[in-house]
Protein backbone atom coordinates (compact mmCIF):
# COMPACT_ATOMS: atom_id res chain seq x y z
CA UNK A 1 0.00 0.00 0.00
CA UNK A 2 2.86 2.26 1.03
CA UNK A 3 4.60 1.43 -2.19
CA UNK A 4 1.52 2.45 -4.67
CA UNK A 5 0.83 5.55 -2.43
CA UNK A 6 4.58 6.61 -3.05
CA UNK A 7 4.21 5.32 -6.47
CA UNK A 8 0.90 7.57 -6.59
CA UNK A 9 2.09 10.55 -5.18
CA UNK A 10 5.48 10.38 -7.47
CA UNK A 11 2.99 10.17 -10.57
CA UNK A 12 1.07 13.61 -9.34
CA UNK A 13 3.41 15.65 -8.36
CA UNK A 14 5.46 14.65 -12.16
CA UNK A 15 2.10 15.83 -13.58
CA UNK A 16 1.95 18.93 -11.26
CA UNK A 17 5.55 19.74 -12.66
CA UNK A 18 4.95 18.75 -16.32
CA UNK A 19 1.76 21.08 -16.58
CA UNK A 20 3.21 24.58 -15.44
CA UNK A 21 6.41 23.84 -17.49
CA UNK A 22 3.83 23.15 -20.76
CA UNK A 23 2.11 26.03 -19.86
CA UNK A 24 5.46 28.38 -19.27
CA UNK A 25 6.61 27.33 -23.00
CA UNK A 26 3.31 27.98 -24.28
CA UNK A 27 3.58 31.49 -22.72
CA UNK A 28 7.17 32.01 -23.83
CA UNK A 29 6.51 31.71 -27.41
CA UNK A 30 7.40 34.91 -29.39
CA UNK A 31 5.16 36.37 -31.33
CA UNK A 32 5.83 38.90 -34.23
CA UNK A 33 4.28 41.64 -34.63
CA UNK A 34 4.30 43.83 -37.74
CA UNK A 35 4.58 48.00 -36.95
CA UNK A 36 4.57 50.39 -39.09
CA UNK A 37 5.20 53.58 -37.90
CA UNK A 38 4.87 57.05 -40.09
CA UNK A 39 7.77 58.61 -39.98
CA UNK A 40 10.77 58.28 -37.80
CA UNK A 41 11.13 60.92 -35.09
CA UNK A 42 12.16 61.51 -31.18
CA UNK A 43 8.04 62.41 -30.95
CA UNK A 44 7.53 58.75 -30.60
CA UNK A 45 10.63 58.22 -27.75
CA UNK A 46 8.10 55.95 -25.63
CA UNK A 47 7.80 53.39 -28.46
CA UNK A 48 11.59 53.30 -28.68
CA UNK A 49 12.03 53.04 -24.91
CA UNK A 50 9.66 49.56 -25.10
CA UNK A 51 11.85 48.54 -27.92
CA UNK A 52 15.20 49.38 -25.94
CA UNK A 53 14.11 48.40 -22.83
CA UNK A 54 13.40 45.03 -23.51
CA UNK A 55 9.12 45.94 -22.71
CA UNK A 56 7.86 44.65 -25.86
CA UNK A 57 10.38 41.70 -25.30
CA UNK A 58 9.06 40.81 -21.74
CA UNK A 59 5.00 40.33 -22.92
CA UNK A 60 6.59 37.63 -25.67
CA UNK A 61 6.09 39.95 -28.57
CA UNK A 62 9.13 40.28 -31.44
CA UNK A 63 8.18 43.91 -32.85
CA UNK A 64 8.99 44.51 -36.72
CA UNK A 65 9.46 48.19 -36.87
CA UNK A 66 8.98 49.67 -40.59
CA UNK A 67 9.22 53.48 -41.19
CA UNK A 68 6.06 54.23 -43.81
CA UNK A 69 7.13 57.71 -44.33
CA UNK A 70 3.45 58.60 -44.70
CA UNK A 71 0.07 58.50 -42.66
CA UNK A 72 -1.15 57.17 -46.18
CA UNK A 73 1.44 54.41 -46.68
CA UNK A 74 0.97 54.15 -43.32
CA UNK A 75 -2.47 53.22 -43.55
CA UNK A 76 -2.37 51.39 -46.82
CA UNK A 77 0.36 48.54 -44.72
CA UNK A 78 -2.23 48.29 -42.02
CA UNK A 79 -5.78 48.02 -44.66
CA UNK A 80 -3.32 45.54 -47.24
CA UNK A 81 -2.32 43.24 -44.09
CA UNK A 82 1.23 44.39 -44.48
CA UNK A 83 1.40 45.78 -41.13
CA UNK A 84 -0.88 44.46 -38.43
CA UNK A 85 -0.45 47.99 -36.21
CA UNK A 86 -0.14 51.74 -37.38
CA UNK A 87 1.54 54.22 -35.67
CA UNK A 88 -0.45 57.42 -37.14
CA UNK A 89 -2.13 60.16 -36.65
CA UNK A 90 -6.03 59.56 -35.16
CA UNK A 91 -7.37 61.17 -38.03
CA UNK A 92 -6.31 58.86 -40.58
CA UNK A 93 -8.76 56.43 -39.02
CA UNK A 94 -11.85 58.75 -39.41
CA UNK A 95 -10.84 59.07 -43.25
CA UNK A 96 -11.25 54.95 -43.65
CA UNK A 97 -14.48 55.03 -41.43
CA UNK A 98 -15.66 57.58 -43.79
CA UNK A 99 -15.08 55.17 -46.86
CA UNK A 100 -17.61 52.93 -45.82
CA UNK A 101 -15.05 50.74 -44.35
CA UNK A 102 -16.51 47.35 -43.84
CA UNK A 103 -13.59 46.50 -41.12
CA UNK A 104 -12.64 49.67 -39.56
CA UNK A 105 -9.14 50.74 -38.04
CA UNK A 106 -9.48 50.89 -34.33
CA UNK A 107 -7.56 53.12 -32.02
CA UNK A 108 -6.74 51.18 -28.78
CA UNK A 109 -3.66 52.83 -27.53
CA UNK A 110 -2.62 56.47 -27.41
CA UNK A 111 1.40 57.98 -27.38
CA UNK A 112 1.21 61.43 -28.14
CA UNK A 113 -1.23 64.02 -26.88
CA UNK A 114 -0.24 67.17 -28.35
CA UNK A 115 0.92 68.28 -31.81
CA UNK A 116 5.07 67.97 -32.22
CA UNK A 117 5.62 71.22 -34.24
CA UNK A 118 6.62 74.60 -33.46
CA UNK A 119 6.80 77.85 -35.15
CA UNK A 120 10.26 79.35 -36.23
CA UNK A 121 10.94 82.76 -36.76
CA UNK A 122 13.86 83.72 -39.49
CA UNK A 123 14.59 86.56 -37.12
CA UNK A 124 15.15 86.45 -33.63
CA UNK A 125 11.92 87.64 -31.32
CA UNK A 126 12.81 89.11 -28.03
CA UNK A 127 8.39 89.42 -27.38
CA UNK A 128 6.66 87.11 -29.69
CA UNK A 129 3.07 88.11 -30.50
CA UNK A 130 0.85 86.15 -32.87
CA UNK A 131 0.14 89.19 -34.99
CA UNK A 132 3.74 89.96 -36.20
CA UNK A 133 2.54 86.79 -38.48
CA UNK A 134 -0.19 88.95 -40.70
CA UNK A 135 1.88 89.87 -43.87
CA UNK A 136 4.30 87.78 -43.51
CA UNK A 137 5.36 84.86 -45.66
CA UNK A 138 4.87 81.27 -44.23
CA UNK A 139 5.74 77.78 -44.65
CA UNK A 140 3.15 75.62 -43.91
CA UNK A 141 2.45 71.89 -44.19
CA UNK A 142 0.83 69.63 -46.20
CA UNK A 143 -2.97 70.04 -46.86
CA UNK A 144 -5.06 67.42 -44.88
CA UNK A 145 -2.88 66.67 -42.41
CA UNK A 146 -2.49 67.07 -39.05
CA UNK A 147 0.31 69.54 -39.23
CA UNK A 148 -1.40 71.94 -41.31
CA UNK A 149 -4.83 71.27 -39.62
CA UNK A 150 -3.43 72.26 -36.12
CA UNK A 151 -1.70 75.48 -37.34
CA UNK A 152 -4.66 76.56 -38.94
CA UNK A 153 -6.40 75.84 -36.15
CA UNK A 154 -3.89 77.47 -33.72
CA UNK A 155 -3.73 80.73 -36.79
CA UNK A 156 -7.57 81.42 -36.39
CA UNK A 157 -7.49 80.93 -32.66
CA UNK A 158 -5.29 84.30 -32.55
CA UNK A 159 -7.66 85.99 -35.18
CA UNK A 160 -5.71 85.30 -38.05
CA UNK A 161 -7.00 83.79 -42.15
CA UNK A 162 -4.45 81.53 -43.08
CA UNK A 163 -5.77 82.38 -46.62
CA UNK A 164 -5.83 86.34 -46.28
CA UNK A 165 -3.64 87.85 -43.49
CA UNK A 166 -0.22 85.91 -44.46
CA UNK A 167 1.20 84.13 -47.54
CA UNK A 168 0.52 80.67 -46.91
CA UNK A 169 2.98 78.41 -48.84
CA UNK A 170 2.53 74.44 -49.09
CA UNK A 171 3.50 73.58 -52.58
CA UNK A 172 6.82 71.97 -51.07
CA UNK A 173 7.35 68.43 -50.22
CA UNK A 174 7.24 67.53 -46.14
CA UNK A 175 10.95 66.46 -46.41
CA UNK A 176 12.38 69.62 -48.27
CA UNK A 177 10.33 72.52 -46.26
CA UNK A 178 13.26 72.82 -43.84
CA UNK A 179 15.39 72.82 -47.01
CA UNK A 180 13.74 75.58 -48.72
CA UNK A 181 13.23 77.46 -44.87
CA UNK A 182 17.36 77.34 -44.44
CA UNK A 183 17.71 78.41 -48.23
CA UNK A 184 15.36 82.16 -47.57
CA UNK A 185 12.02 81.21 -48.41
CA UNK A 186 9.80 81.98 -45.95
CA UNK A 187 9.96 84.32 -42.83
CA UNK A 188 7.86 81.47 -40.58
CA UNK A 189 8.02 77.53 -40.60
CA UNK A 190 5.89 75.19 -38.82
CA UNK A 191 8.97 72.21 -38.00
CA UNK A 192 8.74 68.96 -36.10
CA UNK A 193 11.70 68.63 -33.61
CA UNK A 194 14.62 68.01 -33.88
CA UNK A 195 14.95 70.50 -37.20
CA UNK A 196 13.44 73.10 -35.32
CA UNK A 197 16.07 72.75 -31.93
CA UNK A 198 18.75 72.20 -34.75
CA UNK A 199 17.76 75.49 -36.76
CA UNK A 200 18.03 77.24 -33.17
CA UNK A 201 21.29 75.72 -32.48
CA UNK A 202 22.72 76.34 -35.97
CA UNK A 203 21.41 80.29 -35.88
CA UNK A 204 19.26 79.70 -38.70
CA UNK A 205 15.89 80.12 -37.08
CA UNK A 206 14.06 80.71 -33.57
CA UNK A 207 11.69 78.69 -31.79
CA UNK A 208 9.09 81.53 -30.77
CA UNK A 209 5.61 79.36 -30.32
CA UNK A 210 4.44 75.90 -29.72
CA UNK A 211 1.74 74.67 -31.55
CA UNK A 212 1.30 71.58 -28.92
CA UNK A 213 0.74 74.08 -26.15
CA UNK A 214 -1.71 76.29 -28.14
CA UNK A 215 -4.14 73.60 -29.27
CA UNK A 216 -4.32 71.59 -26.32
CA UNK A 217 -4.71 67.87 -25.98
CA UNK A 218 -5.24 66.08 -29.09
CA UNK A 219 -4.52 62.30 -29.79
CA UNK A 220 -1.62 63.45 -32.23
CA UNK A 221 -0.52 60.09 -32.82
CA UNK A 222 -1.64 56.59 -31.81
CA UNK A 223 -1.31 52.73 -32.28
CA UNK A 224 -3.92 51.36 -34.40
CA UNK A 225 -5.63 48.03 -35.84
CA UNK A 226 -7.90 47.39 -38.08
CA UNK A 227 -10.84 45.74 -35.63
CA UNK A 228 -10.93 42.25 -37.30
CA UNK A 229 -7.21 41.84 -36.19
CA UNK A 230 -7.99 43.37 -33.07
CA UNK A 231 -10.79 40.31 -32.36
CA UNK A 232 -8.62 38.00 -33.44
CA UNK A 233 -5.41 38.62 -31.69
CA UNK A 234 -7.06 40.22 -28.21
CA UNK A 235 -4.27 38.92 -26.12
CA UNK A 236 -1.53 40.38 -28.11
CA UNK A 237 -3.43 43.71 -28.26
CA UNK A 238 -3.66 43.64 -24.68
CA UNK A 239 0.25 42.49 -24.21
CA UNK A 240 1.44 44.95 -26.84
CA UNK A 241 -0.67 47.82 -25.23
CA UNK A 242 0.55 46.86 -21.54
CA UNK A 243 4.26 47.10 -22.88
CA UNK A 244 3.57 50.73 -24.50
CA UNK A 245 2.63 51.74 -20.63
CA UNK A 246 5.61 50.28 -19.36
CA UNK A 247 7.14 52.65 -21.47
CA UNK A 248 5.08 55.86 -21.26
CA UNK A 249 6.14 55.07 -17.41
CA UNK A 250 9.60 55.13 -17.86
CA UNK A 251 9.69 57.89 -19.96
CA UNK A 252 7.48 60.15 -17.83
CA UNK A 253 9.61 58.98 -14.39
CA UNK A 254 13.13 59.11 -15.99
CA UNK A 255 15.42 62.32 -16.90
CA UNK A 256 15.16 63.74 -20.73
CA UNK A 257 19.20 62.66 -20.75
CA UNK A 258 17.92 59.04 -19.55
CA UNK A 259 15.54 59.10 -22.04
CA UNK A 260 17.51 60.05 -25.23
CA UNK A 261 20.21 57.58 -23.93
CA UNK A 262 17.77 54.94 -24.39
CA UNK A 263 16.11 55.59 -27.64
CA UNK A 264 19.75 57.04 -29.27
CA UNK A 265 20.79 53.84 -31.62
CA UNK A 266 17.07 55.12 -33.52
CA UNK A 267 18.65 58.52 -34.12
CA UNK A 268 22.55 57.48 -34.63
CA UNK A 269 23.16 60.63 -37.26
CA UNK A 270 21.43 62.66 -34.22
CA UNK A 271 23.54 64.41 -31.88
CA UNK A 272 22.86 62.90 -27.68
CA UNK A 273 22.68 66.57 -26.90
CA UNK A 274 20.03 67.40 -29.37
CA UNK A 275 18.16 64.42 -28.56
CA UNK A 276 18.33 65.33 -24.98
CA UNK A 277 16.91 69.03 -25.88
CA UNK A 278 14.05 67.96 -28.12
CA UNK A 279 12.85 65.30 -25.11
CA UNK A 280 13.37 68.04 -22.68
CA UNK A 281 10.93 70.31 -24.89
CA UNK A 282 8.33 67.53 -25.35
CA UNK A 283 8.59 66.47 -21.71
CA UNK A 284 7.49 69.82 -20.56
CA UNK A 285 4.65 70.72 -22.64
CA UNK A 286 3.12 67.63 -22.20
CA UNK A 287 3.38 65.52 -25.17
CA UNK A 288 3.95 62.20 -24.05
CA UNK A 289 1.16 60.44 -23.31
CA UNK A 290 1.54 58.91 -19.65
CA UNK A 291 -1.26 56.27 -20.06
CA UNK A 292 -2.30 55.10 -23.55
CA UNK A 293 -6.41 55.72 -22.86
CA UNK A 294 -7.28 58.49 -25.40
CA UNK A 295 -10.56 60.15 -23.99
CA UNK A 296 -13.61 61.53 -25.27
CA UNK A 297 -12.59 65.31 -24.86
CA UNK A 298 -9.65 64.40 -26.81
CA UNK A 299 -11.04 62.70 -29.69
CA UNK A 300 -13.65 65.76 -29.72
CA UNK A 301 -10.71 68.53 -29.89
CA UNK A 302 -9.11 66.55 -32.65
CA UNK A 303 -12.68 66.27 -34.54
CA UNK A 304 -13.25 70.16 -34.03
CA UNK A 305 -9.68 70.76 -35.40
CA UNK A 306 -10.61 68.82 -38.68
CA UNK A 307 -14.09 70.57 -38.93
CA UNK A 308 -12.02 74.14 -38.72
CA UNK A 309 -10.21 72.91 -41.75
CA UNK A 310 -12.66 72.05 -43.67
CA UNK A 311 -11.27 68.32 -43.47
CA UNK A 312 -13.73 66.40 -41.64
CA UNK A 313 -15.67 64.04 -43.58
CA UNK A 314 -18.69 63.62 -40.78
CA UNK A 315 -18.60 63.57 -36.68
CA UNK A 316 -17.95 60.08 -35.86
CA UNK A 317 -18.70 59.15 -32.31
CA UNK A 318 -15.30 58.06 -29.89
CA UNK A 319 -16.36 54.52 -28.53
CA UNK A 320 -16.94 53.69 -32.74
CA UNK A 321 -13.76 54.66 -33.76
CA UNK A 322 -11.72 54.13 -29.95
CA UNK A 323 -11.22 51.08 -27.70
CA UNK A 324 -9.98 52.38 -24.43
CA UNK A 325 -11.22 48.81 -22.71
CA UNK A 326 -7.92 47.14 -23.21
CA UNK A 327 -5.53 50.26 -21.88
CA UNK A 328 -7.93 50.49 -19.08
CA UNK A 329 -7.50 47.15 -18.34
CA UNK A 330 -3.63 46.76 -18.29
CA UNK A 331 -3.08 49.82 -16.44
CA UNK A 332 -4.54 48.20 -13.15
Not at 35 to 41: D, F, K, L, M, N
Request: net charge negative; proline share 3%.
Amino acid sequence: MKKWFKAGLAIILVAFLIIPLSACSQNNKVQTVKVAEVTRSIFYAPQYVALTKGFFEEEGLNIELTTAWGGDKTMTAVLSNAADIALVGSETSIYVYAQDSNDPVINFAQLTQTDGTFLVSRQKIDHFSWDQLKGSTYLGQRTGGMPQMVGEFVLKKHNIDPKQDLKMIQNIDYANIPNAFASGTGDFVQLFEPQASLFEKEGKGHIVASFGTESGHVPYTTFMAKQSFMKENAETIEKFTRAVYKAQQWVDSHSAKETAEAIQEYFKDTDSSLIETVVDRYKSQGTYATDPILDEEEWNNLQAIMEEAGELPKQISHDTLVDTDVAGKVMK
